[in-house]
């Protein structure tokens, strides 16, 4: 596990609270994540680790607390908003690929129109970003001709070629067959490799354990405990999550 | 595999048990006995009165002399009833002669596996085949010789008048005399060249708009111009028609609204209401679904310019005075004399006012508000309601001197009309979408306005252009209700030529001639539509 130096904090999140209605569904979290910081947030369903993490991009507004990215506050700013927006990449459980477009179309759409490049110049970084991602060869088919990981990896593409400085997995494999985790995680990794910042929501201990560089355990709606994925999965000092670990490892 | 193949005897040939066939299959209960019988009953009714129908009457086959000739002879015999039915009897026993067979030989050729699959299928099946095949068969014959073998198709006046009293069929005349009304109306003659060449261009246009949305089409990239250039048509169309002000005589005479008629009014008010209200049903759709809360500000200075247009219209000309009553019973008054700008000034503020209350009092969303009540009312009346109101009632909220364009009035009226109903097959198009693409937009830094343009609409129109279509048809067809608000359209104009002295009572060739011609295009755009919808779903999904 060779681990690079870590860079200046990139996310900062202060008391950030969520209601749903009446139902309190972030309660005061508060942590930081640094440049180049692989991050995997684990918990039970209903814990408010999806919500959180979608709270980032503002996909879900917060309703109090503060949420800095790379030195600009979230807030009802939507100039803010879409600052933020261009730098943090996203993937989703449920992949949502633009059916009505092509592999390639549904990569360079974003940098043509967000970034304002020119069609040649998205494409050839399209090409780049497939290339990543080992699929290639599928630029011209359409997403419904492609199989579950194949897509989920043009989807980490698609993220990609925005050049985005964070990654957020929202259960990135939970919507896979079990062959085609691997091929998605492999991206994955790979990214982490070279230095991207990723915050990961999964139930992948395995992924959990190799490439994070630490673990936050969310239960009813607050992180119960973070620590390194070694130290977490031997000795996890919170009762919830001992509880959680015992639950899913001796399965 | 000598040793399956040795037990494996050749099928025994069965033989026909007919009792036991009728007894599970015909009678097997009271009411299949019953259903049987009806069958076999309406089946000896109709062979009989096949076989006694009257022979067909001929119009154009009599020699000069009176004579029916050899091929009025041939044509008799062909379509007597006796004729025609002993024939549909015998293909029908050849048939179930045919099925008959294959079923107790077990050999099926291809064509009495297709017998009995379609025709033949059973007792009740055959039966059913043989009723309708002679019911449709005297329906055809009834057509023909009233369409064709016993028709006139003069259209000159005076051999009509002679020959009319000894046609038995139709006199296609009325039709071949009253071309040009039918296509244009009383559209004068002179300037008749400028409605063909608008509807060369509509027709042109619709071409390359059918070819240009073809999947991989090489005027893909024409898309966009070609929208353009239907909006574009629409004023240059109703220029070309209108003609050039000032000229009274001429090439490019003036020709007012009401001379407007026939198939060219109904090409003109269906082409103008579909283009138009496409876009007005896309927004109303967008804004019923609308999650912006209070009064966006651009909408606040919209209807104040709005209401400063209509306030300066109705203005008096000299200064407006308004007698105020102050007390309820036998009042003593006060007279207000207002500037134009402060009159303008007041109405402004009561706009400002009004809207202020509604966005930060009642935190309201206008726009889905404003939609709604917009699309529910204008589906809650008929057609015919909105088009009397354009008609009698705009006028009177209309600033004083400004009179519009009865023609414009209704189309107005239909575009509003179908606006409405457009928005509501919008909007199911636009709930189709998962929010998921929403998010995968906006999460990739694209606009709202982005992500509505580049991402949903486009699968959300493509969901509904069966429903979107069949829409439009419905408008296609619903232009024939402009005739009660005055104008001439191809079905108004064709009762008019009914009413011509030398055509009296023709109603019926004019009408098959009507809906013959609303048939085929509301039948090509069916088939437009169809083409579009293979074209757009191509590698997808």
């Known amino acids: 596990m060779s681990k690079k130096e870590l860079g200046p904090d990139i996310i900062v999140c202060k008391d950030v609270n969520k209601w749903y209605g009446e139902y309190h569904a972030l309660r005061g979290v508060s942590t930081t994540v640094r440049e180049g910081e692989v991050v995997v947030i684990i918990g039970p369903s209903g814990s408010g680790k999806s919500t959180w993490i979608r709270t980032l991009n503002r996909l879900e507004e917060h309703q109090s607390g503060q949420i800095i990215i790379d030195g600009t506050e979230l807030n009802n700013d939507v100039r803010n908003i879409q600052e933020i927006r261009r730098e943090v990449g996203m993937v989703f459980q449920q992949f949502n690929l633009f059916p009505h477009l092509t592999v390639m179309e549904n990569i360079t759409l974003a940098p043509i129109h967000v970034r304002g490049w020119s069609r040649e110049r998205a494409e050839e970084e399209g090409i780049k970003q497939l290339k990543r991602v080992k699929i290639p060869e599928q630029a011209g088919k359409y997403p419904g001709q492609l199989s579950g990981g194949q897509q989920q990896r043009v989807a980490i593409a698609r993220a990609l070629a925005m050049q985005p400085k964070i990654m957020l997995f929202d259960e990135p494999t939970s919507a896979l067959d079990p062959e085609m985790i691997k091929e998605v995680l492999d991206a994955m990794q790979q990214l982490a490799d070279d230095g991207m910042t990723i915050l990961a929501v999964t139930h992948e201990m395995g992924f959990a354990r190799t490439v994070a560089h630490r673990v936050i355990f969310f239960d009813q709606g607050n992180i119960v405990e973070e620590n390194q994925p070694l130290a977490f999965f031997e000795n996890p000092k919170h009762e919830r999550s001992k509880l959680f670990l015992s639950q899913i490892l001796h399965h | ?541």
């Open chain 2, 1 to 541: 595999m000598t040793t399956i193949t040795k037990n494996v005897r050749p099928p025994e040939v069965p033989r026909l048990d007919i009792n036991h066939w009728l007894r599970n299959q015909v009678f097997s209960n009271i009411w299949y006995t019953l259903f049987a019988f009806v069958l076999i009953g309406l089946n000896g009714l109709v062979i009989q009165s096949g076989f006694t129908a009257q022979p067909i009457k001929l119009a154009f086959s009599y020699a000069p002399n009176g004579q029916v000739t050899a091929l009025g002879n041939l044509i008799l015999t062909v379509t007597s009833g006796p004729f025609l039915t002993s024939a549909v009897i015998i293909l029908w026993l050849i048939g179930a002669g045919l099925v008959i067979y294959s079923a107790t030989q077990h050999r099926w050729t291809s064509v009495s596996h297709w017998l009995k699959d379609s025709l033949f299928t059973g007792f009740f099946g055959a039966l059913t085949t043989l009723l309708l095949t002679i019911i449709i068969v005297f329906s055809l014959r009834a057509m023909l010789a009233w369409g064709f073998f016993g028709a006139e198709f003069s259209s000159d006046p005076k051999v009509v008048e002679l020959i009319r009293p000894n046609t038995p069929g139709a006199v296609w005349g009325i039709v071949g005399a009253n071309l040009q009304l039918f296509a244009i109306g009383r559209y004068p003659t002179e300037a008749g060249w400028r409605a063909l060449l608008c509807l060369v261009i509509v027709m042109v246009l619709a071409a390359l708009s059918l070819f240009a949305w073809n999947f991989g089409s090489p005027l893909i990239k024409f898309r966009r111009p070609l929208v353009y250039a239907w909006l574009f048509t629409i004023p240059l169309t109703y220029g070309i028609l209108y003609g050039l002000p000032g000229n009274e005589t001429g090439p490019m005479m003036v020709v007012k609204t009401d001379l407007w008629g026939g198939f060219l009014l109904t090409v003109v008010l269906s082409v103008t209401s579909i283009v138009l209200s496409f876009p007005f049903g896309l927004l109303l759709a967008l804004g019923r679904r609308s999650q912006t809360k209070g009064v966006p500000y651009l909408s606040v200075w919209g209807f104040i310019l709005m209401a400063i247009y209509w306030l300066l219209g109705n203005y008096p000309s000299e200064s407006a005075t308004y007698v105020i009553p102050v007390i309820f019973r036998n009042p003593p008054t006060v007279n207000v004399t207002l500037s134009p700008f402060m009159y303008v000034a007041l109405i402004t503020a009561l706009v400002v006012g009004i809207f202020w209350l509604v966005g930060h009092y009642l935190e309201g969303n206008l726009i889905k508000t404003f939609c709604t009540v917009y699309i529910e009312l204008v589906r809650g009346v008929p057609l015919i309601t909105v088009l009397f109101m354009a008609n009698i009632m705009l006028p009177i909220f209309l600033p004083k001197g400004v009179e519009i364009d009865n023609l414009l009035r209704v189309v107005v009226g239909l575009i509003m009309f179908s606006a409405a109903y457009l928005a509501e097959i919008v909007r199911g198009g636009l709930q189709s979408i998962p929010k998921g693409q929403y998010e995968a937009a906006v999460a990739l830094g694209l606009s709202t306005t982005q992500s509505m343009r580049l991402i949903i609409l486009p699968q959300a129109l493509r969901a509904v252009i069966p429903a979107m279509v069949g829409d439009f048809i419905g408008l296609f067809k619903d232009t024939s209700l402009v005739s009660i608000v005055g104008l001439f359209d191809l079905l108004k104009i064709a009762q008019s030529a009914i009413s011509q002295p030398e055509w009296l009572g023709l109603q019926r060739e004019t009408y098959v001639f009507v809906a013959i011609v609303y048939w085929v295009c509301s039948f090509s755009m069916s088939l437009a539509s169809q083409r579009l919808e293979k074209n757009l779903g191509v590698g997808k999904y």
